[in-house]
Structure formats: structure tokens, C-alpha cells
């Protein structure tokens, strides 16, 4: 689960991390107010989206001289005014694709004087298990521009969860990013900060950046991007209350209200599989025979009727998919649930596109009785590759 930036920046500020003062702003109305509850001289207002590339990015139908997502003002009067000319208009950015997305939200916070942008991230490396920072010169930039293009200005590593974190770990990151004389106790500091924040809030990634060192010589988190692991937020109530759903794919949200593991891709295929090894094995075969997956959909071990049910009618509702494939291998799932399942939503949704079932398993037999008596208009499979060639068949047509 992703949050904003006005929020990171505040879950920052509990934590005692250097942030500036900022306001958020949800009407065009009350950003006049917010923002001369700030000092100035400089007013910076920020588009909330969840997506990078805010300030490079532009907004559809953009009227001449504006620029962006992020917008240095120099009195109340020009914040609102920005505020307000970016509320409920779409933004595009090398994240968001050319669809973009809405702002609902401004953020408009103390300008800041900067003598030098850095970047800074800690993020759950999955090869060592560690949680690993990773630290650049090339602040305010892409990170994956950096690491193609000077990847000699990355410094990373990972911090051994046994011996835990310790003062020299600041130390190695300050040294990377060329800090000197008080700026480096600062560093210190604030990795042990971020370090304690990542690992108690359940973190899958936090980004800065840029890290500032101000024009007084101090540093600040300028930018801030979090991340948390959704398996985890049963433990993290006032994180999950800073869910913004207007920010997610519907399918992905309608499918995670069911306990449906569903990532939304821009293949054709619908894919309906149970268990992530076996999903994955579905999509690549489908590449394999000359298609492209619409989605990854593990229904899991233990789906029900109706579980099975929500997530066909999410697969159909994605205008994308010209065929669905059904594979199913019955260990813990049994065959005749998901046969159930399919049955009951083609009969309540309809079926538009071709629709391929491979079972196998527990209850297979029972399950192949289910489809061949429903009268629906199934392409039936022997195993994985002769479903993948059938599905393909029919979508290439």
C-alpha cells in the first residue's frame, strides 16, 4: 500500500526526521488559508498522486506557461491560484502512463533553500532478506537513470538483522554522499530514524528524494515516497486509515476486498489460477504461445464459491480481455468449487470472450460434470500447454 507525500512527510515529522511545514489542501477554496498559515517567502504546491515524476510530468489539456506538478510560488495569492488551477485535472507523468491520474489533492508546503540534492531509500532487498539502504549524489534525479547511465554513484548495502543497526551505517551513507563536519552526525541520526521507522511501521520501501543539505548547511527529506506491506497492515491500523482508494486500479481493490491476489497487466488474457507458483507458470506460457496475460489472479488455496465468483466478474470487467483462461490445479482447491464458481458467474455476468478450463486434481472429475452439464460454451483442456495453445488460438482468432 502506497500513501502521499504530504502524509510521509507527516508520519516523518512524528519520528523527528527533518521535513518542512506544509499544508494540505482537498478544495480550491481553502487553499488561500492554508497556505498563509505558512511563513514564505516561497510557497511550494504539490500535486498528490501516487506516482514519481510529479514535477517533470504535465496535465492534459495544459494552458501555455504552466509546467508541471510542482510549482515554486512567492505569495499566498499565486499558491492558491496554482492550488487551485491543479485540483481535479488529470496529470501525466513516465509513471502514471498516458492515461495519468486525477488530483484531488495539493500539498503546499515552506519553500526551501538548496545547496546540494542527494538521494537516500531503504527498501526490503528480497535475494539477502535484509532490509538495505541504498544512497546516491544524484539527488532529484531517477534512480534507475542514475544506476543505467553512472551506476559508480550508487553506494548500497544491507544491514544484518542479528547485530541490527549501529552509528557506522549513517557514517557509510554520509561518506557516500559527500557530507561533512556537523552534517554527518546529522546523517547519522536520521538513518538511525528511518532504520527504526521502516522496521516498526512494516515498510517495503521508503524513498527521499531529494535529501536535502539546506543553504544552512543542514539536512532535510524534501521528497518522501513510502511503501508497506499489505500482509502487514492488520497490525497497522493508522496506516491503513491513510489508504487513498481513489488512487488505485478498481480491479485491484475490488479483488483485495475479497482476499483475491489480482494485479491488473495489458496483456488479453484473463488468467483465473490458484496458487502464485502456478499463476506465474499460466502467464508465461501464454507469452510463450504469443499472447500477453491481462492479469495475474491467484483466487488461493482455500477460495469459495462466491470468492471464486468476484473474481471472474473482475476479470470480465477489464475491457481488455478478448479470452479467459481457467487453470486450476486441486490440492487444498477443490476442482468442483471452482467449476461452481465459474458456472455461477457466466449465468450472472454473461460470457462475451472465449473461455478455456483446465482442471486437474481433487474432484476434477466432478468438476468437469459441473461444466460439461451447465451448458455454457467452454473449450475444455487436457493440460496447461494445450489450454495456452486454445485460448491463444481463439483470441489470434
Not at 542514475?146 to 547485530?163: G, L, N
Not at 504461445?289 to 473482475?314: Q, R, S
Not at 470480465?316 to 479470452?323: Q, R, W
Request: aromatic share 6%; glycine share 10%; charged share 25%.
Amino acid at each position: 500500500m502506497n500513501i502521499h507525500e504530504y502524509q510521509a512527510k507527516q508520519l516523518l515529522k512524528e519520528y523527528g526526521a527533518p521535513v518542512s511545514d506544509g499544508r494540505v489542501v482537498l478544495r480550491a477554496e481553502d487553499a488561500k488559508t492554508a497556505a498563509g498559515e505558512l511563513d514564505g517567502p516561497l510557497w511550494v504546491v504539490k500535486a498528490q498522486i501516487h506516482a514519481g515524476g510529479r514535477g517533470k510530468g504535465s496535465f492534459k489539456e495544459e494552458s501555455a506557461g504552466e509546467k508541471g506538478g510542482v510549482r515554486l510560488t512567492k505569495s499566498v495569492e499565486e499558491a492558491a491560484e496554482e492550488a487551485r488551477k491543479m485540483l481535479g485535472r488529470t496529470l501525466v507523468t513516465h509513471q502514471t502512463g498516458p492515461e495519468g491520474k486525477q488530483v484531488n489533492r495539493i500539498y503546499i508546503e515552506d519553500g526551501s533553500g538548496i545547496e546540494k540534492e542527494l538521494y537516500l531509500a531503504l527498501l526490503v532487498d528480497r535475494v539477502s532478506s535484509r532490509v538495505s539502504f541504498v544512497a546516491s549524489t544524484e539527488g532529484g534525479m531517477d534512480i534507475e537513470e542514475v544506476a543505467a547511465k553512472t551506476p559508480e554513484k550508487i553506494v548500497s548495502f544491507s544491514v544484518d538483522p542479528a547485530s541490527g543497526l549501529s552509528a557506522f551505517h549513517g557514517r557509510r551513507v554520509a561518506f557516500a554522499l559527500g557530507l561533512e563536519g556537523a552534517q554527518i552526525k546529522q546523517c547519522v541520526q536520521l538513518i538511525s530514524t528511518l532504520y527504526k521507522m521502516f522496521v516498526e511501521r512494516d515498510m517495503e520501501m521508503l524513498e527521499i528524494n531529494p535529501l536535502i543539505v539546506t543553504d544552512k548547511g543542514d539536512l532535510k527529506c524534501l521528497d518522501a515516497k513510502m511503501g508497506f506491506d499489505g500482509n502487514a497492515l492488520y497490525r497497522q491500523k493508522d496506516i491503513l486509515a491513510l489508504r487513498d482508494e481513489t488512487e488505485e486500479d478498481p480491479k485491484e481493490l475490488a479483488a483485495s476486498k475479497f482476499d483475491l491476489n489480482y494485479i491488473a497487466l495489458d496483456g488479453e488474457i484473463g488468467c483465473m489460477v490458484n496458487g502464485a507458483g502456478l499463476a506465474m507458470a499460466t502467464m508465461d506460457i501464454i507469452k510463450l504461445y504469443g499472447a500477453e496475460p491481462a492479469n495475474f489472479l491467484d483466487v488461493g488455496g482455500g477460495a469459495t464459491t462466491e470468492k471464486v465468483t468476484e473474481a471472474f466478474k473482475i476479470i470480465t470487467s477489464d475491457p481488455n480481455v478478448k479470452g479467459i483462461l481457467v487453470n486450476i490445479f486441486g490440492g487444498i482447491m477443490r476442482c468442483d468449487v471452482i467449476a461452481e464458481g465459474v458456472v455461477a458467474a457466466v449465468k450472472e455476468v454473461g460470457l462475451q470472450v472465449p473461455l478455456v478450463v483446465r482442471l486437474e486434481g481433487t474432484n476434477v472429475e466432478e468438476g468437469k460434470k459441473i461444466i460439461n452439464e451447465s451448458g455454457l460454451a467452454v473449450i475444455a483442456a487436457d493440460d496447461l500447454g494445450d489450454a495456452a495453445q486454445k485460448i491463444v488460438k481463439e483470441v489470434k482468432g
